[in-house]
C-alpha cells in the first residue's frame, strides 16, 4: 500500500500517523494492510493523512489505482471535488492554477474519460482566473466546448430532493450556481467554504 510506503520512507509509524492525522489507529491498520480501500475512506480522512505524510489526496488515490491496474475505476465524484477544494484552500487561488496547469491534469482526466473531473477541474481554475482577474488559459477550448449530458448535483442536494420528495432544492442550487461550474452541467455553488 502506498501508506505503508510513505510511513517507511519517513521513518513513521502508523500510531504516529493515527496520532498527527486523528484518524483512528484502527482505520489507519486497515487502510496500510489493505483491508480498506482508500477510495472507499471519507475525503475528509483522505485529506487529514495526505496532509501529514506531505502529499496530496490525489497522489494517494492516483497510486492505489495505478497498483490495481484498473483505469476504469476511480474515486467518487464527491471525493474529488472535496479534494480539489481543499487543495484550493491550502494552496491558495494563484499556487492552485499554476499547479493544475502545469501538470496538465484537465487533459489528462478528459483523454482518460473521465469527463466530470476534467470539466470540474477546468470550471475551477477558470472560476479561480476570473475572481483573480486573470486571463483564461486557452489550450482548453476544446474542452471547453464541451457538457455533460445529465446534471451533476452535489450529493446533499441530490439527498434533500429525494427525502422531501422536492426539486426545490435543485432549482434552488441551479440558480445559484458557479457560472464557469454550470457551463459544463455541473451544479456548483460553493467552493471556499470546505472543512
Known sequence: MIISELL???????YSLSKKSGVSQAAISDICSGKT????????TLYRIAKVL???VETLLEAEIEREKNTDFR????????????????????????ATLQSDQ???FYERGWYPES??????VDYLS?????????NYNDIRCQRLSQPVYSAGVLLQSAVLHTDKYKKDAEMNAIPEFIRFNIIESEVRDVI
Open 54 to 56: 506531505g502529499v496530496t
Open 130 to 138: 476570473r475572481v483573480n482577474e486573470l486571463p483564461i488559459y486557452k
Open 106 to 108: 484537465i487533459r489528462v
Open 8 to 14: 517507511a520512507s519517513q521513518n513513521m509509524s502508523q
Open 75 to 98: 474515486a467518487s465524484f464527491e471525493t474529488f471535488k472535496s479534494s480539489v477544494c481543499h487543495r484550493v484552500k491550502d494552496m491558495g487561488d494563484l499556487d492552485f492554477i499554476v
Open 37 to 44: 480501500a482508500l477510495c472507499k475512506c471519507a475525503a475528509g
Open 119 to 124: 470539466l470540474y477541474l477546468l470550471a475551477m
